[in-house]
């Protein structure tokens, strides 16, 4: 770790590197402005949410706001990663302050904190520290340091309003109406109760008729986002068709996003791995939901993950793919640390990831044997890096090197804590193909949504980088990291303007986000896992795309540094 030493520029001169008595330092008028913008914010007790080091510049967050420390002013010690801080203290022989066994140029002061110069500060994970000249140290504790919780514990589903939405009130984005037979909600995510579903989409702007009305089955689904108030569903329609635009089929999701109160992470994800060019995009559009007559707020329309003409679209695997060219696929899988409880898995041997069975549900034991040795001798190639005696074959024999850059460039920009392989994150074997990363799923607690893993509010570290396979791919294969930055450069400007299109989904909703927490009532108030939580939807929109912009201008930086 670089140690960085809090001493102001414009006393920089004066600073002596060794034992000898230094001359006294010239007077200063008045402290740095940062300094000063940090005391000010203890003062009025605001709440500390992190700090991002940028490239001369650290950037402390507050709730609803910041503070831009250059390093000309004031150097803020990265302690984030356990090393211990400096040792600061007054050297009352020569009359100096001392840290890290330097005797500086400042003198103790008198006066109150703002009167004083700052000495020596540092940031930790529990929170941000500074010693001041005049002996006193002022600290702020981070609100996004939590351990991971078991799971969300969040507030009960309010009581639906009699008259939730006026009948003259103007929608921009699409309308859904699901209404079951016998009025019941789903209550598991197994039984499907059956009903009709009515999409209306009044100004065409996704689909080519304004209404589109079918029978379906309805029922829950999602992990932790089912245990939420507001629910997420499944929605299979009694025959294949085609959604606001979106290809035919039966199975559809309306996703709640719940703990994301911008509501717009999942899309602008999608819009990403549309721009990266993954081999299916699964289509996402914002629309407001009653459920039985009665308004549930904002969800995201989608299509469901599955094998199929126009999403995964690959030949599966039959039983009688039990020999030759037949046993290298189809296959389609996730990655799931707790696949052991399903019931056709595998894990490999050298890393350990594990991965469940989507396509086929239960293939042969000779087609599992196949995949299993498959996913083993490429995880060998992997070891192998760095080696002399690395054999014939090489990773790229048995991945798709694109797909694997591709996942990785946007994964690592969402900063998504599930992006570690060990759920959410979808592998396709085509028959006589490589292993592909087909397409990306799930971005709710991503882009500096999350308190946990990695510490999420902070729009730098690499997350993805260091784990599992990529580990050995960044750290022993320079052409492999060659290619990453090849395609970064490639595209950097599509990346670029997505703040711009995050401005445009906001413009659909047009009021919609206002009568979604007038339903649930939750802004300015912690969702697990939520890292920072403001009090209007405009400051979650304005965070959103800070982080965003952060993390690129970071990731630029980062990768060419590699």
């Known amino acids: 770790m670089t140690r960085h030493y809090n001493i102001p520029a414009v006393l920089a001169a004066a600073l002596v590197l060794f034992s000898c008595t230094p001359e006294p330092a010239s007077p200063v008028a008045v402290p740095p402005e940062s300094y000063l913008a940090l005391v000010d914010a203890y003062n009025s007790d605001k709440q500390y949410c992190g700090i991002s080091y940028l490239s001369s510049t650290a950037k402390v967050f507050f709730l609803g706001s910041y503070v831009m420390v250059p390093n000309s002013e004031m150097l803020i010690d990265d302690c984030r990663d356990g090393a211990e801080p400096d040792e600061a203290f007054f050297d009352e022989e020569l009359g100096y302050w001392n840290v890290g066994g330097e005797t500086t140029s400042l003198v103790r002061s008198n006066g109150t904190l703002r009167e004083s110069f700052p000495v020596y ?11 001041a000249s005049n002996g006193e140290t002022f600290s702020f504790d981070d609100i996004s340091y939590r351990e991971p919780e078991d799971g969300p514990d969040n507030p009960d ?78 929605v299979k329609l009694d025959a294949k068709a085609g959604i606001l635009g979106m290809p035919k089929d039966r199975e559809w999701v309306l996703l709640a996003n719940y703990d994301d109160k911008s509501l717009l992470r999942n899309i602008v994800a999608m819009e990403i791995s549309r721009r990266l060019g993954f081999s299916w995009t699964p289509g996402m559009v914002s629309v407001e939901l009653w459920f039985n007559g009665a308004y549930q707020g904002v969800y995201t329309f989608s299509e469901h993950k599955k094998v199929s003409p126009y999403r995964v679209n690959i030949e599966v695997a039959t039983a009688e793919n039990n020999s030759g060219d037949g046993l290298t696929g189809g296959f389609y899988l996730e990655f799931e640390n707790e696949s052991i409880n399903e019931p056709c898995w595998v894990k490999s041997e050298r890393y350990g990831v594990t991965l469940m069975y989507h396509e086929p549900e239960y293939p042969t034991e ?53 992006a570690n392989f060990r759920k959410s994150t979808y592998i396709a074997k085509e028959r006589g193909k490589k292993m592909e990363l087909y397409h990306v799923w799930d971005f709710d607690i991503t882009f500096g949504n999350c308190n946990y893993w990695g510490n999420g509010l902070i729009p730098e570290n690499f997350v993805l980088k260091d784990c599992v396979w990529y580990n050995r791919l960044f750290n022993k294969d320079r052409d492999w990291v060659d290619a990453v930055v090849r395609r970064w450069d490639e595209v950097y400007d599509e990346l670029n303007t997505i703040p711009q299109y995050i401005d445009e989904q906001v413009r659909l909703l047009d009021g919609a986000q206002d009568r979604n927490f007038e339903r649930w009532d939750i802004l300015g108030k912690y969702v697990w896992p939520n890292a920072v939580w403001y009090d209007s939807y405009e400051e979650e929109i304005q965070y959103l795309k800070d982080f965003y912009g952060e993390r690129l201008m970071w990731m630029d930086e980062a990768l060419r540094k590699l």
Not at 121 to 131: E, F, H, I
Request: net charge negative; charged share 30%.
């Open 121 to 131: 500060s540092w940031a930790d994970r529990k929170g941000l520290y500074v010693l």
């Open 157 to 234: 589903t309010p009581e639906e309003p009699d008259t939730p939405v006026p009948p003259t009130a103007k929608y921009e984005i699409p309308r859904v109406y699901i209404t079951t037979d016998n009025g019941r909600t789903p209550s598991n995510k197994t039984e499907y109760i059956p009903g009709t579903i009515r999409v209306e989409d009044p100004s065409c702007t996704f689909a080519q008729e304004t209404v589109f009305e079918a029978r379906m089955g309805i029922r829950g689904r999602g992990n932790t986002t089912w245990g939420m108030p507001k629910k997420p569903y499944k």
């Open 366 to 418: 000779e087609q599992q044997a196949w995949f299993r040795n498959y996913l083993n001798a490429f995880e060998s190639t992997l070891y192998a890096l760095g080696h002399d005696d690395r054999g014939e074959k090489n990773y790229y024999d048995y991945i798709d090197v694109d797909s694997f850059i591709n996942y990785y460039i946007l994964e690592e920009l969402a900063k998504d804590p599930d």
